[in-house]
């Protein structure tokens, strides 16, 4: 490409394909310099992470060069839509941080221009009422190698065709009885040229125009000249309309439009391994009740993704390293993951909590004694204040962090054992104490009041536990999400299997936990790091009784691992 002596190509490289597309098209003066971009959600369901990614996408184009984005529900399926789902999509977007060009728009605003437009066609002998069952058509078609056969009723005239479409609109016929069809070209090797139906049938409610319509506009005959009446200027969809543009440039240059027309680019969509993103099979899940609703926090939709802990910051942070591909591609969703736990390493409070307690006994500490230890809140963040922990005779530690028997390496509490306690003293595990069945019970320990936190001290142990004190912690609910899906990807295994066969049976387990007072009486979306364990949030079914937190992710860094592989 020649170099260019506009400024603003200067950084040419670190632009993705449609950033340079946006400033080609403004350096050239087209649109007068303008940018509107839209995101169109169907509202049949709520927002998943792919929308996000489009969200992000549109926004942020549109913010990064003084432009605007348009919100526009594309309802032309009034059996599949609801206000339920227009107005979860409405708070997604705002809660990602974006704010659309006011009003908002609705395909169904259009349906009146749709139809005057239809009737030009219809006019100029574009497009004809054809009675053709549904079956009849698509036998019909052909495929890509065999010429479709054109419809016996394709040479009605202008006139009939109008009066027909007229009465199509009044409610004379019933549903499946007529369409109205484009007249292009039934040999076309792209499908979508021979002749696609504009208009169906539909005696149905729909949520906006209740009973006024019983004809609805065809997704693609909508969307183009949806797109053009807002005046649009950068139509960004996903790859599969590709091979839809032929049809959207035909509609624009038939309905002999010049001025203002909008341009639609393609980008990949976005794949995440362990994650399904269709909202027909997340409907399903939530139907078949496999989750708990929507936004149940195994749920990759943006509701869902909000309850398990995600922030908006990290879902954009996600959606500007994904980046722009023209390429079907599936990432890693330990990216997703990574994302989250670099926002809340710098954000989340420290907190200790024991999720599979076992009582410690300190022999040698003072029954009744309490100390109170000064801990950092957050030791990532330089202003951090300090809170006081409680430390006694009696705490809890973790299941997992005591062995009898430990293999060599195992640097956590054994008999004989020395280990920090973090924040506290260093301990000596002496003995235990089993219940008739064998399960240990109690751990007895020495400590040494030398080695108490911030004084110099000796002493070099390996291993650094945490641990709560028994009379000052709290019992918490605690939910452990796992991933919803065991294959990584659920609907690729084989051709006959489900994407429910590898449905996750451990994607959430619920404990109960014990933990410091500071973690207690938080309010919902309130997160926090369990230190050792992971990043923790509280979940709206919190109450007075009972805190209950759910599990964003553990804190093993599954991508830090597979970006020093690659
Ligand atoms: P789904 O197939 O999941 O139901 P959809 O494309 O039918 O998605 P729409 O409501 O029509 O859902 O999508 C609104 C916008 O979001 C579209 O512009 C679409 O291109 C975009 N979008 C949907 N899924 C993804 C994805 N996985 N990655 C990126 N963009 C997406
Ligand atoms: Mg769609």
Redesign the pocket.
Known sequence: MEKSENNANENKTSLNFLEQIVENDIASGKHGGKVLTR????P??YL?I??A??ICLNFGLAKKYNGKTNLRF?DTNPTKESTEYVDAIREDVKWLGFQWQEPVWYASDYFEKLYEFAEYLIQKGKAFVCDMTAEEMSKGRGTPQIPGIESPWRNRSAEENLDLFKRMRKGEFKEGEKVLRAKIDMTSPNMHMRDPVMYRIMHAHHHRTGNEWCIYPMYDWAHGQSDYIEGITHS???LEFENHRPLYEWFLDNLDISENRPRQYEFA???LTYTI????KLLQLVEEKYVKGWNDPRMPTVSGLRRRGYTPASIRAFAEKVGVAKRENVIDVSLLEYCIKEDLNRNASRVMTVLNPVKLVIDNYPEGQTEQLPVKVNPEDPESCFKMVSFSRELYIEREDFMENPPRKFFRMAPGNEVRLKYAYVVRCDSVVKDDAGNITEIHCTYFPETKSGLPSDKKVKGTLHWVSVSHSYEIEVRLYDRLFTEPEPENVSEDTDFKDFLNPDSLKVVTGYTEPVAIGLRPGKSLQFERLGYFVVDPDSNEEKMVYNRVVPLKDSWAKIEQKG
Do not use: Q, V, W
């Open positions: 995101f169109p959600p169907e049949n369901g998943h792919g929308h990614k489009s594309d960004i969809c996903t969509r976005l794949n993103m269709s909202k027909r």
